[in-house]
């Protein structure tokens, strides 16, 4: 069975850095393209940054220049740095495949920006 465990997240400032992980078991990781998602309170979850199995980086316009996303294969990990967080940045964060996300998600990571 496929478990994704995001860690990371907190409390920051405007402007502020956080560095978001994913551990992956229970599956083949190196195969996937992988990505971050987002939810914020009454809003859709939206996919904000994507890496495809062979590097390639994929941001949302609202992230782009802000977030890096990174993978370790050995390490079975996916990384999201965010840096110059914003207040919009604020919600839980869960990494999936994409397309064709696993059916089940991990419990997320919730990223606050607030002063």
């Known amino acids: 069975q496929v478990q994704l465990v995001e860690s990371g997240g907190g409390l920051v400032q405007p402007g502020g850095s956080l560095r978001l992980s994913c551990a992956v078991s229970g599956t083949i990781f190196s195969i996937f393209d992988m990505g971050w998602y987002r939810q914020a309170p009454g809003k859709q979850r939206e996919l904000v940054a994507l890496?495809?199995?062979?590097?390639?980086?994929t941001y949302a316009d609202s992230v782009k220049g802000r977030f890096t996303i990174s993978r370790d294969n050995g390490k079975r990990t996916v990384y999201l740095q965010m840096n110059s967080l914003k207040p919009e940045d604020t919600a839980v964060y869960y990494c999936?495949?994409?397309?064709?996300?696993?059916?089940?998600w991990g419990q997320g990571t919730q990223v606050t920006v607030s002063s």
């Open positions: 890496i495809s199995s062979g590097g390639r980086h």
């Open positions: 999936n495949k994409d397309p064709n996300p696993f059916g089940s």
